[in-house]
């Protein structure tokens, strides 16, 4: 078992920037990869970023140039850097452990809300 624990959603105006940081404990050491999922009001999960062990990194097309997904190793946390927030960034986003950069979620944090207002 593993437990993603998020931080750090909020309200921020368009343009703005937020930082979510995700800790994961349990048996840490079946984890490959890590990553972000989002979830707008009546729409599909989706995969944000992911970011493996090895150091790869994947993006939805969506936030390529203004989304950062980095991790610590030694903290076993992935952290979300989003700068140029858009309202239509505004969803649920949650952190969770990945089969591959790609997605495959094995493990869900709880959720954090981002609100974006225009």
């Known amino acids: 078992q593993v437990q993603p624990v998020e931080s750090g959603g909020g309200l921020v105006q368009a343009g703005g920037s937020l930082r979510l940081s995700c800790a994961a404990s349990?048996?840490?050491?079946?984890?490959?990869?890590m990553g972000w999922y989002r979830q707008a009001p009546g729409k599909q999960r989706e995969l944000v970023a992911g970011?493996?062990?090895?150091?790869?990194?994947n993006y939805a097309e969506s936030v390529k140039g203004r989304f950062t997904i980095s991790r610590d190793a030694a903290k076993n946390a992935v952290y979300l850097q989003m700068n140029s927030l858009k309202p239509e960034d505004t969803a649920v986003y949650y952190c969770?452990?990945?089969?591959?950069?790609?997605?495959?979620?094995?493990?869900w944090g709880q959720g954090t809300q981002v609100t974006v207002s225009s």
């Open positions: 970011i493996d062990n090895g150091g790869a990194i």
């Open positions: 969770a452990t990945l089969r591959s950069v790609w997605g495959g979620p094995n493990y």
């Open positions: 349990g048996s840490i050491f079946s984890i490959n990869a």
